[in-house]
């Protein structure tokens, strides 16, 4: 699978925030929040859901990648998504592993994995 998803009993702003907060203790920051429900809604396009993007960084991480491969920025920042579908709040993130496979090297390989079982730590913690 291409993804790492989790099922929270919290409400989208209580899983967003839960997420927020594990992040930082990875040393992870928030560069972005991005509700696409509103943002659609501002060009006159209504969707049911709402459906929240993420984007986080480790700027540490983010050198250490780029310092291997400049074509790693094609997947920067991370992101991880919150939204409601059928009732139950998801939270979820493309895994970085899946995503270095199209880049073909090992070594980024290994350090996506790192970085994918940190985030997956925080999303654990945020359900």
């Known amino acids: 699978m291409f993804h790492y998803t989790v099922e929270s009993n919290k409400s989208i702003t209580e899983a967003v925030k839960a997420v927020e907060e594990a992040l930082k ?3 992870f920051g928030v560069l972005w ?3 696409i429900q509103e943002k659609l809604k501002e060009k006159g396009v209504d ?4 459906f ?3 984007e ?3 700027p540490h991480e983010a050198k250490r990648v780029l ?3 400049n074509l790693v920025g094609y997947f920067l920042p991370c992101k991880i998504v919150v939204y409601k579908d059928e009732n139950q709040t998801k ?3 493309p895994k970085p592993s899946a995503l270095m496979t199209m880049v073909e ?3 980024l390989g290994q350090i996506a994995l790192e970085i994918e079982n940190r985030l997956i730590s925080c999303l654990e913690k945020a359900k």
Not at 47 to 50: H, S, T, V
Request: with cysteine; glycine share 4%.
């Open 105 to 107: 090297d090992e070594k």
């Open 25 to 27: 203790e990875e040393k």
């Open 33 to 35: 929040s991005f509700n």
């Open 91 to 93: 939270i979820g993130m």
């Open 56 to 58: 986080v960084c480790n």
């Open 47 to 50: 969707l049911e859901k709402e």
């Open 52 to 54: 929240i993007v993420l």
């Open 67 to 69: 310092t291997e491969n």
